[in-house]
């Protein structure tokens, strides 16, 4: 076939099957004969392993790698004042608008707030702020907005479509799911009884929060068990008073310990500056501390805080700290107190 027709012909399978994904097995558009029996697939959600597995993938060559939330996200969301919760519906407009416009005519005394135009800092405000969260639309997989809602103490109230169909994914009670035989007014009783008893019905969602509290620690046992890993390497750890003699001593004591690993060292005018001497090794513009026969990188704050928030450094070590600076510490780096390491001499 052309390429057109080959396009078209697909566009229609694709159409079809879009009308029930679980239904029936998919048609084959790629093929890698006899290497097929070979190719492993990592889903991210259970609706994408049941798909996978519909169309005729054995369960041994199908490997779960789920995602999870930044700890900038994390850190700010686990200080959420409950007391200031208002009683306020939020949505996300791109998705399931059609089912969210007939509940506001239905229930115009309830206010509204839709997710759009928005930084991620004024969502997860919002988010803090909001007893409820909906989302009527489709679920291709463990879709973000309604686990970061579930963390910041959202009420989580969905549709049954996609990957919110199956109790994994999204993992709340029944009662907060809603079906093509619900009524509207079913969904807006719920919503009401969410704002008269707010903690009664969060507490019932704890195992979505925790389940995604836990996120990381479970990504990193899907991929150990993927690739077969049994020991994973210490903890990388930065060190931030700069270079001086404190750091200086700690990057020696812990490169003689086995539980942590020395990765970096915070100093922001010697991570800028050209300099090659006895302690310092500069290779390929980045300044390196010699320690022995050990190098540690040299970086900026502003470094160390977006690989500490992408889970790269894992602990910030001090040797007898100023209160300054462990307060540097936790509002700078939005560091967790058992990611900060205190050492004495």
């Not at 609706?47 to 930044?70: S, T, W």
């Not at 195992?207 to 993927?226: G, M, Y």
């Not at 540690?296 to 928030?309: H, P, Q, S, V």
Request: hydrophobic share 40%; glycine share 4%.
């Amino acid at each position: 076939m052309s390429v057109n027709n080959y396009l078209e012909n697909i566009t229609d399978l694709v159409q079809s099957c879009l009308k029930e994904p679980l239904g029936n097995p998919m048609k084959k558009f790629f093929t890698f004969g006899k290497e097929d029996k070979d190719i492993e697939h990592w889903v991210q959600s259970e609706y994408a392993r049941q798909f996978v597995q519909l169309n005729g993938v054995p369960e041994h060559k199908i490997y779960m790698v789920e995602d999870y939330l930044n700890q900038a996200f994390l850190s700010r969301a686990a200080q959420i004042d409950l007391t200031a919760k208002k009683n306020f519906v939020t949505f996300n407009p791109n998705k399931g608008f059609e089912v969210t416009q007939q509940l506001m005519k239905l229930a115009p005394d309830i206010v509204w707030r839709p997710i759009q135009n928005m930084t991620p800092a004024q969502v997860q405000n919002l988010l803090a702020k909001a007893k409820v969260y909906i989302d009527f639309g489709e679920f291709p997989g463990k879709d973000r907005i309604p686990r970061e809602a579930a963390l910041s103490n959202c009420v989580v109230i969905t549709g049954r479509r996609g990957a919110a169909a199956n109790d994994v994914d999204i993992n709340i009670p029944a009662e907060f799911k809603f079906g093509m035989q619900t009524t509207l007014q079913d969904i807006v009783k719920k919503i009401r009884e969410v704002f008269e008893n707010f903690e009664r019905e969060l507490d019932k969602q704890k195992a979505f929060r925790d389940k995604e509290l836990n996120a990381q620690k479970n990504f990193i046992a899907e991929v150990a068990d993927v690739f077969k890993i049994k020991n994973f390497p210490p903890p990388s750890v930065a060190f931030i008073q700069g270079v001086q003699e404190k750091s200086f001593l700690l990057v020696q004591e812990l490169f003689q310990s086995k539980d942590f690993t020395p990765k970096f060292i915070v100093d922001d005018v010697l991570a800028m500056t050209e300099i090659f001497d006895e302690l310092i090794w500069r290779e390929q513009k980045r300044n390196y501390l010699r320690v022995g026969k050990n190098f540690i990188e040299i970086i900026t704050r502003d470094d160390a805080k977006f690989l500490y928030l992408e889970g790269r450094i894992k602990r910030f070590a001090l040797l007898e700290p100023t209160d300054t600076e462990l307060d540097e510490v936790k509002n700078f780096y939005e560091a967790n107190d058992s990611d900060v390491l205190i050492f004495n001499r």
